[in-house]
């Protein structure tokens, strides 16, 4: 497509539920990435993907988030028993190789009450 | 691992006033510079990158920065702010590996 587009983009949820957050890249970006922004917080890196496989999972920040991606095309964010502090804007971000500038999507507003 | 500082969290000004917002860095080796910009209710676009060359590079919209390798800083100017300029102002910094490390914003308002 012609920029990255990110699905839902306002989700409101209930304490304690699952929810995915889908990310669709530009077409042809093998490089795929996930930011968190939370207010005040700055942007946060949570994990990114080359092709397929996820290199550094390191900014995950529990086990109760994960990631994939598949046909080294569409991502999937999973967060699991969603916690209150888990609200933030959660940015999807695609580039064509690591050393170029990240084209962002609008992100999901993730609200958990 | 690298980490962005930038040096004001708000500037408020007037139209027509100069613009320039500090960013440092620390990372000794090669890095690749960005700035991008979040309009109120927009999503980050780019405004500017530097990855080699002439150190003072022109982005969109009459902004530009200047790398400073000594000082390990890319600062962000423009001479003239509009009140369209308001907007949060990111700076990005990525070195060796992939991971773009961001500044924790600054946020510009321009009084009309």
């Known amino acids: 497509g012609a920029g990255v587009s990110q699905s839902p983009s306002n989700k409101v949820t209930e304490k304690g539920k699952d929810v995915e957050l889908r990310c669709d890249p530009i077409s042809g970006h093998t490089a795929l990435y996930w930011y968190r922004q939370s207010l005040g917080q700055g942007l946060e890196f949570l994990i990114y993907f080359q092709g397929n496989s996820a290199p550094d999972k390191s900014g995950l920040p529990s086990d109760r988030f994960s990631a994939e991606r598949t046909g080294g095309s569409v991502s999937t964010l999973t967060i699991q028993r969603t916690q209150q502090e888990d609200s933030a804007v959660y940015l999807c971000?695609?580039?064509?190789?690591?050393?170029?500038?990240?084209?962002f999507g609008s992100g999901t507003r993730l609200t958990v009450v | 691992a690298q980490s962005v500082s930038q040096h004001n969290h708000h500037v408020i000004l007037s139209e027509a006033a100069s613009l320039e917002l500090g960013c440092n860095y620390s990372y000794g080796g090669t890095v690749n510079l960005f700035w991008y910009v979040q309009y109120p209710g927009q999503h980050l676009q780019l405004l500017l990158k530097?990855?080699?060359?002439?150190?003072l590079v022109k982005g969109i919209k009459g902004f530009e920065a200047e790398f400073i390798k000594s000082k390990f800083s890319f600062n962000l100017r423009k001479p003239s702010v509009q009140w369209s300029d308001t907007a949060e102002y990111f700076c990005?910094?990525?070195?060796?590996?992939?991971?773009?490390?961001f500044g924790a914003g600054t946020t510009v308002t321009v009084r009309a």
């Open positions: 530097y990855f080699s060359g002439d150190p």
């Open positions: 990005a910094v990525n070195a060796a590996d992939y991971k773009l490390s």
């Open positions: 971000a695609s580039s064509l190789a690591t050393s170029y500038g990240y084209t």
